[in-house]
């Protein structure tokens, strides 16, 4: 069975300490803002208006000193409960129990594993964020053994941690270099054309990986895939893009973008979500279901992969500063990856939970396909490929999906 790359020892959640300082400062700020609040500070959104209103109603009739003091003892005991949730966390006995499926094929850091299976073959092609695995996590959350028993064959490109020469890679290189690569020997071992199935980034690279190899593709599915970049949030898009110049000297340095790196960013979208979920991991049962889930989410979340520095550059500048694939400019392969081109059946499936890919981006993709296949799925962006309620709204319409390209 496979463990965590950090071993027996967990070292997450990544970075730590950034998490423990939010919470510091969570205490800090929420003191010097009480004084604000008590005398009618009136910044709120229009919705919150009548809460606002009547929390300050409470907090002028109280005692300053008492409530001052409540205040911290509050914070403090929320963060007694964050450092509770992170040691019941390090020192859960759960692991992965499952071993990697077998490699058939392998280019420099990337494999080609096959689940086994009868019936229409499917590559998947994950993030080059964050381990392939998410989409076999375990034995109760692995969107591939699920097919693999059910109809489909499904194979997985694992891209691995990038070495010397993964460093150098573009999306060019990994796209029309690796991928390529990587269908063509699918292909070959299944003996016809396959489906593709993207996740979040994996899902760009799936769809410019069909433009390259039409005559190899008989579908395209795409899960939680972006595309319009400044579609819902625009701002926190051009937002991730300023950060480019900060970020360079790591990537020069390292020639990646590190994992704390990447966490770091996706903590942006939500500073205080990790404390709220170790939080509520502190009062579940060790042994139920969804202790074991949450400490196989944040080991896989924690046994990341940095990112090539010119595919960071590319992503961050091209595609959330300069929203390139939405405004036709992003060129792979020298041709621009143009949806509407795409003549082959495409199902796109949209959580509209999502934190990372907003929903409106990925409708925009839809939208511009024509032989797509549109679903909303109630669910976030991790929880759509592993919740367990995921079997009904994602896994079966994508089982059915893939088996029609059959027919």
């Given at each position: 069975?496979?463990?965590?790359?950090?071993?027996?020892?967990?070292?997450?959640?990544?970075?730590?300490?950034?998490?423990?300082?939010?919470?510091?400062?969570?205490?800090?700020?929420?003191?010097?803002?009480?004084?604000?609040?008590?005398?009618?500070?009136?910044?709120?959104?229009?919705?919150?208006?009548?809460?606002?209103?009547?929390?300050?109603?409470?907090?002028?009739?109280?005692?300053?000193?008492?409530?001052?003091?409540?205040?911290?003892?509050?914070?403090?005991?929320?963060?007694?409960?964050?450092?509770?949730?992170?040691?019941?966390y390090r020192h859960h006995p759960w692991r992965r129990d499952v071993a990697d499926a077998p490699t058939l094929w392998r280019?420099?850091?990337?494999?080609?594993?096959?689940?086994?299976?009868?019936?229409?073959?499917?590559?998947?092609?994950?993030?080059?964020?964050?381990?392939?695995?998410?989409?076999?996590?375990?034995?109760?959350?692995?969107?591939?053994?699920?097919?693999?028993?059910?109809?489909?064959?499904?194979?997985?490109?694992?891209?691995?941690?990038?070495?010397?020469?993964?460093?150098?890679?573009?999306?060019?290189?990994?796209?029309?270099?690796?991928?390529?690569?990587?269908?063509?020997?699918?292909?070959?071992?299944?003996?016809?054309?396959?489906?593709?199935?993207?996740?979040?980034?994996?899902?760009?690279?799936?769809?410019?990986?069909?433009?390259?190899?039409?005559?190899?593709?008989?579908?395209?599915?795409?899960?939680?895939?972006?595309?319009?970049?400044?579609?819902?949030?625009?701002?926190?898009?051009?937002?991730?893009?300023?950060?480019?110049?900060?970020?360079?000297?790591?990537?020069?340095?390292?020639?990646?973008?590190?994992?704390?790196?990447?966490?770091?960013?996706?903590?942006?979208?939500?500073?205080?979500?990790?404390?709220?979920?170790?939080?509520?991991?502190?009062?579940?049962?060790?042994?139920?279901?969804?202790?074991?889930?949450?400490?196989?989410?944040?080991?896989?979340?924690?046994?990341?992969?940095?990112?090539?520095?010119?595919?960071?550059?590319?992503?961050?500048?091209?595609?959330?500063?300069?929203?390139?694939?939405?405004?036709?400019?992003?060129?792979?392969?020298?041709?621009?990856?143009?949806?509407?081109?795409?003549?082959?059946?495409?199902?796109?499936?949209?959580?509209?939970?999502?934190?990372?890919?907003?929903?409106?981006?990925?409708?925009?993709?839809?939208?511009?396909?024509?032989?797509?296949?549109?679903?909303?799925?109630?669910?976030?962006?991790?929880?759509?490929?592993?919740?367990?309620?995921?079997?009904?709204?994602?896994w079966e319409p994508l089982r059915r999906w893939i088996a029609a390209l059959q027919k």
């Open positions: 069975m496979q463990e965590p790359a950090q071993g027996r020892h967990r070292l997450g959640p990544r970075p730590l300490p950034l998490h423990l300082g939010l919470a510091m400062w969570a205490v800090t700020s929420s003191s010097v803002a009480l004084p604000i609040s008590s005398s009618g500070w009136d910044g709120w959104k229009p919705n919150l208006q009548a809460r606002a209103r009547a929390l300050q109603e409470e907090l002028a009739a109280a005692n300053p000193e008492d409530l001052g003091r409540a205040v911290i003892v509050d914070g403090l005991r929320r963060i007694c409960r964050l450092l509770a949730g992170i040691e019941k280019d420099g850091s990337t494999a080609l594993r096959d689940y086994g299976g009868v019936g229409t073959a499917a590559l998947f092609v994950p993030s080059l964020i964050n381990r392939a695995y998410i989409l076999d996590l375990s034995e109760r959350h692995s969107l591939l053994r699920w097919l693999s028993r059910n109809g489909v064959n499904p194979w997985l490109v694992d891209w691995g941690y990038p070495g010397e020469a993964e460093r150098r890679f573009d999306l060019d290189a990994y796209i029309a270099g690796r991928l390529v690569r990587a269908l063509d020997a699918t292909v070959e071992l299944t003996g016809g054309p396959v489906a593709l199935v993207g996740y979040c980034m994996g899902g760009l690279l799936a769809l410019a990986l069909a433009r390259l190899r039409p005559q190899h593709v008989t579908g395209v599915a795409l899960l939680a895939t972006p595309w319009d970049f400044h579609a819902g949030d625009g701002a926190r898009a051009r937002a991730l893009a300023a950060l480019a110049p900060a970020l360079e000297p790591q990537l020069q340095l390292f020639g990646t973008l590190p994992v704390d790196s990447l966490q770091m960013l996706f903590a942006g979208l939500d500073p205080f979500g990790i404390q709220r979920k170790f939080e509520a991991f502190a009062e579940l049962d060790p042994a139920s279901e969804r202790a074991r889930l949450f400490v196989a989410l944040e080991d896989w979340l924690n046994d990341g992969i940095p990112l090539a520095a010119p595919v960071a550059r590319e992503c961050l500048v091209g595609w959330y500063g300069e929203n390139g694939p939405a405004r036709g400019e992003w060129m792979v392969a020298g041709s621009p990856v143009d949806p509407a081109r795409l003549d082959v059946p495409a199902l796109a499936l949209m959580p509209e939970k999502d934190r990372i890919v907003p929903p409106q981006s990925a409708a925009a993709l839809a939208a511009a396909l024509p032989r797509c296949t549109a679903l909303t799925i109630s669910a976030g962006h991790i929880g759509m490929v592993v919740g367990s309620g995921m079997r009904k709204a994602v």
